[in-house]
């Protein structure tokens, strides 16, 4: 009896913490946290904590997009935010993954297949990877960015204005303003002369 009562009381908690998470997932996609004038968004999207998810005017983002913000990760309460600037691109299937902090200035444009995140898991060998705490470093992409096709951008990463990423780049460290960067990892392949107007290769 003493044994059925407890594993009838171990399924009671665990159902009752399921309907508290999905309450909270409900709570936290009842509305954005701020949607501007005439942004257009196309749907099938997946969205995962709508309310610290902040748009600017004028944004498109095109179907099968999934933007998520992580408002806790094993007991910690981490309420990431994404913001995303005027008049800004994100293009079919991009997956942005906020656990801090992850700012897109205005007018760039976010080719299909792009990935950002502030965050990445730990791994220590033989311990699970879902189990790992996260390793966070908030993200940054200044205004008039390009972002190539397929690219990813991982945590820590600042880009500044009028930056262009090549398809299928992997951006693991920051770039200053008015470059051209590509490759896995990424490295700057030209810069813009701005007396002659020129892209010059570095």
Same mark, same amino acid.
């Given at each position: 009896? /003493?044994?059925?009562r407890e594993g009838y009381n171990m399924?009671?908690?665990?159902?009752?913490?399921?309907?508290?998470?999905?309450?909270?997932?409900?709570?936290?996609?009842?509305?954005?946290?701020?949607?501007?004038?005439?942004?257009?968004?196309?749907?099938?999207? /997946?969205?995962?904590?709508?309310? /610290?998810?902040? *748009?600017?005017?004028?944004?498109?983002?095109?179907?099968n997009a999934r933007l998520e913000t992580?408002?806790?990760?094993?007991?910690?309460?981490?309420?990431?935010?994404?913001?995303?600037?005027?008049?800004?691109? *994100?293009?079919?299937?991009?997956?942005?993954?906020?656990?801090?902090?992850?700012?897109?200035?205005?007018?760039?444009?976010?080719?299909?297949?792009?990935?950002v995140s502030d965050c990445a898991h730990?791994?220590?060998?033989?311990?699970?990877?879902?189990?790992?705490?996260?390793?966070?470093?908030?993200?940054? *992409?200044?205004?008039?960015?390009?972002?190539?096709?397929?690219?990813?951008?991982?945590?820590?990463?600042?880009?500044?204005?009028?930056?262009?990423?090549?398809?299928?780049?992997?951006?693991?460290?920051?770039?200053?303003?008015?470059?051209?960067?590509?490759?896995?990892?990424?490295?700057?392949?030209?810069?813009?002369?701005?007396?002659? /107007?020129?892209?010059?290769?570095?």
């Open positions: 009896m /003493r044994i059925w399924l009671l908690n665990r159902v009752i913490q399921a309907i508290k998470n999905r309450y909270i997932e409900f709570k936290d996609n009842i509305r954005w946290g701020s949607k501007g004038k005439g942004t257009h968004i196309i749907k099938p999207m /997946r969205l995962i904590g709508k309310t /610290r998810i902040f *748009i600017g005017d004028n944004v498109t983002i095109l179907n992580i408002r806790e990760w094993k007991g910690t309460i981490l309420n990431g935010i994404l913001k995303i600037g005027d008049n800004t691109s *994100i293009e079919q299937s991009c997956h942005i993954v906020s656990a801090k902090e992850i700012e897109i200035g205005h007018d760039s444009v976010f080719s299909a297949y792009v990935y730990g791994y220590d060998i033989g311990d699970s990877i879902m189990d790992s705490q996260l390793d966070i470093k908030p993200v940054k *992409i200044g205004n008039h960015c390009f972002v190539g096709i397929g690219s990813c951008i991982m945590p820590g990463v600042s880009l500044g204005d009028n930056v262009v990423v090549g398809a299928n780049s992997v951006v693991t460290k920051s770039f200053s303003d008015n470059c051209m960067i590509a490759g896995s990892p990424a490295k700057m392949i030209k810069k813009y002369d701005e007396a002659t /107007r020129i892209w010059v290769k570095c």
